[in-house]
Structures are given as C-alpha cells and as structure tokens.
C-alpha cells in the first residue's frame, strides 16, 4: 500500500511539473493562433504522461532497455497527439477565419453570409447569432434610410407650405401699403388666417422637436376616457361643421386612464382634424373608448375611403401625406408623428387600419 501511494505521488508530482510549464506556455502565448494554444495543450497531456512514468520508472530502478521501452512509446504518442493537435487546430482556425471574413462584410454595410463549410458547435452558434444580428442591422439601415427620405420630403413640404403663406402676406401687406386694397378689413382677416396657420406649423415643428429630443415633458393624471373623448368632440366639432361632416361618439365607456390631459387632448384632436379633413362632406367620424385585455383603446374611424396597403406602414412617419394633392389645408404631415411620439411617450402604441369606407386609427394606453 505504502508503495502504490508513493509511485501515486511520484507520477502526480511529475505531472503536475509538467502542468506548470504548460501552463506558463500558454499564459505567454495566450495572444497566438489557436493552432499553438492547441499542440502547446497535447503536448502538455503527453508530456505528464511521460514526467509521470519517468520519475516512476527511475524511482522503481528500472533497467535501461526497459526505460528506453516506455520513452519510445510515449514519444511516439506525443508525436500522434501533436500532430493530431495541429490538425484540428488549422481546420478551427481555418472555419474562424471565414466567420471573421463573413463577419467583416455585414460590418461594411453588407449583408452577413454565413460560411457554408462545417463548423463546431460554438462557431456554429456563433454564426447564427451573426445573422441575427445582421437581420436587424438590415432592418435598422432600412429603417434609417424611410427616416432621412421623411426628413427630406419634411423640410420640402415645410419650405413650400411656409412659402406660399409668405408670398400672399408679402402681396396683402404691399397692396395695403400702397393703398390698392379695396377691402382692407378682408385682407386683415386673410393676413390673421394665415399667421395663425404659420403659427400651427411652428409649433407642430417645436412640439416634434422635443419628441424627437425626449424632452417632452409628462404630467400624467388619472382622467376617465369618456372626459377625454367628450373634450376632443366639443372642440373638433366647428370644424366638422365647416366641412359638413358628422361627428359621432359610439362606444365610449367610463374607463380611468393614467396620462398627461394636455398632450392626450392633442393626440384627439390631431386624429379627429385629420379623419374630417379626409372625410368627404356628408361623411362621418366615429370616436369610440373602451376597455381591451391590453390597456384602454381609443378609436377615430374616418370615411377617407381608405389608405393602400403599401402605406400604412408610413402613415404615422414625419411628413408623410398620403397621395393627397399637397396643398397647404393638407398640413406638413406632423400630426401623425406627434400622435405617434406622444402615445409612446406615455407607453401606449398607435396603429392604424382600414375598415369599410374608411380607415381606424387606434390609440392604446395603459389602464390607469
């Protein structure tokens, strides 16, 4: 017993010898390719094998042709391992360096082909998990280029709509000037009408403004949605008239929500100026509210005659204004981004859908 445990420690303390300098090997070498840090591990392996036998067969006393017996065959495994070592460490490295090859192609704005050869299970989980990312890289950029073309068609359709109301004060003010109106209270009128409209666009502007920065600033408070609803009819309602369009609340139950009253009311009332300036005369607008298994929803359905499909999902973009002739009632399509920054902003989502006749635009916030 007591020779087993000494031959025990005679083989664990050439082992472990041999441990440590591989150990210290591949701390040194731990920035190479892992070709090195494999053959350094399989040497390692052979290695205590051999210190192992070594320090027992000198401690045993074997004789010096049996010695040579056990160093050749151990040598012979190194050799085996070694070799074997290499090899598998050139094909991972050869299967990394494609994936570091793919990989570099979806980085320069590509899209992420993943290496058709066969790969370990790490390098193979590795690469889906690069094609998902790609994926959503593809989505960000297509997402970032609808982002700068609205932006583009935004500051084309502001410098037009701010034009034309330019152009007509600069008429009006010169023939008042000049003494050549001959109706000056209307050219008054006229004048007031279109500040009034320039100052609307202002402040759509200023209010995406702080949308887009995250200054918006939220006071929530807990109002019923039957309030909120009855509130957006009673001021959209002189419009409604001017364009001989009804306003109808359908569904409207007394639901507590949690929201800034202020900021809700634009979002009403951005929908609301939106559905009845689309909405041919004679037509209708229906608000709803009720309760959902996900928050409280609010509903403006139009009767535009719908949206095509290939729009809906720009509708609540900046600048968007549908196919409509682009003449200034049409507004800079900021409505529907604010109604979109605000509802987010309160942890809600805005969609719209088309429905018989018309379309639905729907607003859902948390229960409050």
Not at 135 to 161: C, G, M, N
Not at 259 to 288: C, F, H, Q
Request: proline share 4%; glycine share 10%.
């Amino acid at each position: 017993m007591t020779d087993l445990l000494l031959i025990a420690l005679l083989a664990f303390l050439g082992a472990a010898a041999a441990g440590l300098l591989g150990a210290l090997a591949l701390r040194l070498t731990r920035h190479r390719s892992l070709v090195v840090s494999l053959s350094i591990v399989a040497a390692v392996a052979v290695a205590a094998m051999l210190a192992g036998t070594l320090a027992v067969a000198w401690a045993m006393f074997l004789s010096r042709h049996d010695l040579t017996v056990v160093t050749t065959v151990v040598a012979m495994a190194a050799v085996v391992s070694l070799v074997t070592a290499m090899l598998l460490g050139r094909w991972v490295a050869a299967r990394s360096r494609e994936l570091t090859l793919a990989a570099r192609s979806f980085g320069d704005g590509g899209t992420f082909a993943p290496p058709e050869a066969p790969a370990t299970a790490e390098l193979a989980a590795l690469t889906r998990e690069l094609a998902a990312t790609s994926a959503k890289l593809d989505t960000s950029r297509e997402r970032e280029r609808a982002l700068e073309t609205s932006r583009r068609e935004l500051v084309a359709w502001i410098s037009h709509d701010l034009r034309t109301p330019l152009a007509g004060l600069r008429a009006m003010s010169e023939a008042l000037e000049d003494g050549m109106a001959a109706d000056s209270s209307r050219y008054l009128r006229q004048i007031r009408t279109e500040v009034e409209r320039m100052n609307d666009m202002v402040g759509d502007l200023f209010e995406l403004s702080r949308i887009h920065a995250g200054s918006l600033a939220l006071t929530p408070t807990r109002v019923s949605a039957h309030d909120l609803v009855g509130d957006a009819l009673a001021g959209a309602d002189p419009l409604a008239r001017e364009h001989g369009v009804r306003l109808v609340g359908g569904r409207i139950e007394e639901v507590p929500v949690e929201v800034d009253g202020k900021e809700m009311s634009r979002v009403l009332g951005n929908l609301l100026i939106n559905a009845i300036r689309r909405t041919p005369a004679d037509g209708t607008v229906a608000v709803a509210a009720h309760r959902a298994p996900d928050g409280v929803v609010l509903s403006v359905t139009d009767g535009c005659g719908g949206i095509p499909e290939e729009d809906l999902p720009r509708v609540f973009d900046t600048g968007w204004r549908g196919s409509h002739a682009r003449t200034p009632p049409a507004g800079a399509g900021l409505g529907l981004a604010i109604v979109r920054g605000i509802v987010e902003a309160h942890a809600g989502r805005a969609e719209v859908r088309n429905v018989a006749g018309g379309c639905c635009f729907e607003v859902t916030l948390p229960l409050g």
